[in-house]
């Protein structure tokens, strides 16, 4: 999938690719990296095709079949430099997000459909069961991903390729799992380590990993001698009803610039010094103004000042005075985004549309996923 359409995040011209380059994923090798192996895949390619067109030259003659050969060997070549310029775009710049509440399940029946002929061709079977789940993403971005996937695992499979979504019980996270043999049936797996690994870290997997990290959605890989196993783990997973959510205009916030809530108040409320210095280091590049408090009557007091346009607090400091202070915010100013920091590991939770529910972030995922829950709860109240 072409990501040609995305919006660039935007970003100050100074220093603009230095800094860029600092925020690629920890799974992304060096620029000098990337340019080695998409030169050693796009030479895979055009050697033998040279030595086609040479033959070609020579006899002056090409039957059906090496025609079809040549053709396939310069779109492999043209596929490697594509897969290069998305990567180093996504590593270099970043994009802006617009994310929604999109269905994981008929996002991968989209994809498997619009490949259907693809699949066919290759005479690769796929086994797939999906549930139902629902995912906050940007659109583009993960047609992207689920692409991506099923482009390496086409490549690579040797043996059905098995899809699944599902809802893991704790955290409560959406993930696509996919399963396939990659060594055929009638040759020896290889040994760990060594060209086993170099043969599927191919660019298609280098473009899911950095597409992967854009989304900051979780990757884990597990293979053996003979198969692989890969897992999708949408940490922004629905619990709830979405009716009547809009696009959020959302740039990845460690993207150089990219300050959408700029000049907002956020009151934060904690008892604990370490989760307040997470929340304080999580929000910084959102350029909001965080105002700091350890006590509900701290709190109203601040708020008798002037109303914050969000509240980030510590599950453990809710009491009657914090219940009747929510409900007296909650009469002043609806819109008001709340924020729950809960001791329940990485969960990650949006309210619910109409009702008395807030978003919920896990004292684990305060840097992943509070900046996303702030940015998605303050652009409902738009």
């Not at 999938?1 to 600092?22: G, I, N, Q, V």
């Not at 050697?47 to 040549?70: E, F, K, N, W, Y």
């Not at 994009?95 to 999109?102: G, I, S």
């Not at 870290?201 to 053996?224: G, I, P």
């Amino acid at each position: 999938m072409d990501l040609s359409e995305l919006t660039p995040t935007p970003t100050t011209e100074k220093s603009a690719s230095s800094d860029s380059l600092s925020r690629a994923p920890a799974l992304a090798d060096s620029a000098w990296q990337l340019a080695n192996q998409v030169g050693a895949e796009v030479a895979c390619a055009l050697t033998p095709a040279l030595d086609s067109v040479l033959q070609m030259q020579a006899t002056g003659r090409i039957d059906r079949a090496g025609l079809h050969a040549l053709v396939s060997r310069i779109a492999q070549a043209r596929n490697a430099s594509k897969l290069g310029q998305q990567i180093a775009r996504l590593a270099l710049g970043g994009v802006q997000q617009q994310p929604e509440a999109l269905s994981l399940s008929h996002a991968l029946r989209n994809v498997l459909a619009l490949r259907q002929d693809e699949v066919n061709e290759r005479s690769v079977a796929l086994q797939h069961a999906l549930k139902p789940a629902e995912v906050v993403a940007d659109s583009t971005l993960l047609s992207a991903l689920l692409d991506t996937l099923l482009d390496w695992g086409l490549r690579h499979a040797c043996t059905p390729i098995d899809l699944a979504v599902d809802v893991k019980a704790w955290p409560a996270h959406a993930r696509v799992v996919c399963r396939f043999g990659h060594t055929p049936s009638d040759q020896a797996p290889a040994p760990a380590g060594g060209h086993r690994e170099a043969k599927l870290d191919c660019l298609s997997w280098r473009l899911l990993t950095q597409l992967a990290h854009s989304m900051a959605v979780r990757l884990d890989r597990a293979d053996t001698a003979g198969d692989t196993a890969l897992t999708l783990e949408f940490p922004h997973t629905v619990n709830g009803r979405l009716e009547g959510a809009a696009a959020i205009e959302w740039s990845d916030p460690a993207s150089a610039g990219a300050q959408p809530l700029a000049g907002a108040h956020v009151l934060v409320i904690a008892l604990r010094r370490e989760v307040l210095n997470q929340i304080r280091q999580a929000l910084p590049p959102l350029g909001i103004v965080v105002h700091c408090v350890s006590s509900v009557q701290a709190a109203r007091e601040f708020c008798q000042q002037a109303l914050p346009r969000a509240i980030v607090y510590e599950s453990m400091i809710y009491d009657s005075a914090f219940d009747a202070l929510r409900n007296d915010i909650r009469l002043q100013c609806p819109e008001l985004a709340w924020v729950e920091i809960v001791d329940q590991g990485e969960a990650f939770e949006i309210s619910s549309f109409g009702g008395m529910s807030m978003a919920r972030v896990g004292s684990d995922a305060i840097a992943q996923s509070l900046p996303s829950a702030l940015m998605f709860e303050l652009a409902r109240g738009l």
